[in-house]
């Protein structure tokens, strides 16, 4: 979720992250940005603090209240010490200050969200496959195999937690933004398209009925 009301550069971040491809949500003020993180539980939360309708600083403080896990790095202009203490001490897990560099920006934010993993790398393992998120490969063997950018970010909603059980609905949220006009049978396209790629594997993407799918190990 990018909350920013200048709209040329939350255009301008959103088309950045998608090359990589993240989906970004895009609130231009605290109210649609409070509506948005009801509803859907984001990886992470860009958050500025000047808005149209009020201080990203309460946004945060009610963040944190509401004991949402959800990392925020805040975009703000201000330089001083003091601020920058002050907006960790309200719950910020990072910030940097405008104006930035994207690839600074790429960087903290994959930083923030290997800890909130406990991750030390980009590398996870299960059956035997290896998932390395920032190369978008899987590995098994001496066999590699290079992801697609919706499919990667699909595997690491399973690799994230094997054998959960994750809804079509939810996986929507993690591969889609609003914006994007696709019905729920593209889950099932991109499912088709990681278990053709995991068929020679341990692993396997398992149909739950009337529930969604999890990644289980092939028996």
């Known amino acids: 979720m990018l909350v920013e009301d200048n709209a040329d550069l939350a255009r301008a971040l959103a088309g950045r992250f998608a090359v990589d491809g993240h989906v970004v949500d895009h609130a231009g003020n605290l109210a649609d940005a409070e509506l948005a993180t009801r509803t ?8 500025d603090i000047m808005l149209p309708d009020g201080d990203g600083r309460e946004f945060l403080r009610r963040h944190r209240g509401a004991d949402n896990p959800t990392p925020v790095i805040v975009l703000t202009a201000r330089s001083e010490v003091s601020d920058r203490v002050g907006l960790l001490d309200l ?39 290896i998932f390395d998120s920032n190369a978008g490969t899987i590995t098994t063997g001496q066999r590699s195999e290079q992801l697609r950018n919706r499919e990667m970010r699909l595997l690491e909603v399973f690799f994230a937690a094997p054998g959960q059980i994750f809804s079509k609905s939810h996986l929507m949220d993690r591969l889609f933004s609003f914006a994007d006009d696709v019905s729920e049978n593209a889950i099932e396209v991109y499912v088709g398209r990681l278990r ?18 999890r990644m289980v190990r092939r028996e």
């Open 196 to 213: 053709r790629k995991l068929s020679e594997t341990q692993a396997t993407i398992e149909t739950v009925r009337g529930l969604g799918y």
């Open 40 to 47: 859907v539980a984001y990886d992470l939360i860009l958050l």
């Open 91 to 129: 719950g910020a897990d990072d910030y940097i200050t405008k104006p930035f560099d994207f690839a600074e920006l790429e960087a903290r934010a994959r930083a923030v969200m290997r800890r909130l993993g406990g991750a030390a790398d980009n590398k996870k393992e299960f059956a035997g496959l």
